[in-house]
Nanobody
Framework: QVQLVESGGGLVQAGGSLRLSCAASGSSRSIIAMGWHRQAPGKQRELVASITSGGSTNYADSVKGRFTISRDNAKNTVYLQMNSLKPEDTAVYYC?????????WGQGTQVTVSS
């Protein structure tokens, strides 16, 4: 089992920045990829960014150039640096982790961007 704990959400004005963190514990050595998803009210959950254990990254088109995902393997922690935030980035952000058997999810952290 893998446990994920997110932190760093909050309220920010448009154009501002936030940094989300997600710490993995448990069977974290089995993790092959981690990522961030988000879900806005009335919308489906969508992938924001992902990073493999080897460091390969993938971003949604809507956040390219503004968000950066990174990973500290020694701390089993993944980060999402969010710059130039827009009101449409408002959502609950969920951390995810995947091994060969299943996907794991954090409890979610609210990000609200005011205009």
């Amino acid at each position: 089992q893998v446990q994920l704990v997110e932190s760093g959400g909050g309220l920010v004005q448009a154009g501002g920045s936030l940094r989300l963190s997600c710490a993995a514990s448990g069977s974290s050595r089995s993790i092959i990829a981690m990522g961030w998803h988000r879900q806005a009210p009335g919308k489906q959950r969508e992938l924001v960014a992902s990073i493999t254990s080897g460091g390969s990254t993938n971003y949604a088109d809507s956040v390219k150039g503004r968000f950066t995902i990174s990973r500290d393997n020694a701390k089993n922690t993944v980060y999402l640096q969010m710059n130039s935030l827009k009101p449409e980035d408002t959502a609950v952000y969920y951390c995810s982790a995947a091994n060969l058997l299943k996907d794991y999810w954090g409890q979610g952290t609210q990000v609200t961007v005011s205009s």
